[in-house]
Nanobody, 126 residues
Framework: QVELVESGGGLVQAGGSLRLSCVVS????????MAWFRQAPGKEREFVSR????????YYTDSVKGRFTISRDNAKSTMYLQLDSLTPADTAVYFC???????????????????WGQGTQVTVSS
């Protein structure tokens, strides 16, 4: 049973920073491409960022480029998302997800991911 557990969310003022973590257990972490999604109240879940198995390939949605940084530590079975220069528009529940397909097609849609965490709330005040 693959389990993903996020942590690191919280309340922060605009311009502040947070670091989210996602720990994966129950399977070989390095076999998965990993991603972060977020979902704000009343909105659909949206893609934020993705990182390949080795950590060398990354993708970001345009609204977070230059502000968020995705990384992973395969030895610790952990993925990270560094959130800098936060704005109220970044307020959402952030989810980590694992893709076992072995390819990058349609990587920005939730259906590409087999496993999900429960989410961690990020709230940015103005």
């Amino acid at each position: 049973q693959v389990e993903l557990v996020e942590s690191g969310g919280g309340l922060v003022q605009a311009g502040g920073s947070l670091r989210l973590s996602c720990v994966v257990s129950g399977s070989m972490f390095e076999y998965y491409d990993m991603a972060w999604f977020r979902q704000a109240p009343g909105k659909e879940r949206e893609f934020v960022s993705r990182i390949g198995r080795s950590g060398s390939q990354t993708y970001y949605t345009d609204s977070v480029k230059g502000r968020f940084t995705i990384s992973r530590d395969n030895a610790k079975s952990t993925m990270y998302l560094q959130l800098d220069s936060l704005t109220p528009a970044d307020t959402a529940v952030y989810f980590c997800a694992a893709d076992r397909r072995g390819g990058d097609w349609l990587y920005s849609i939730p259906e590409a991911y087999a496993y999900w965490g429960q989410g961690t709330q990020v709230t940015v005040s103005s």
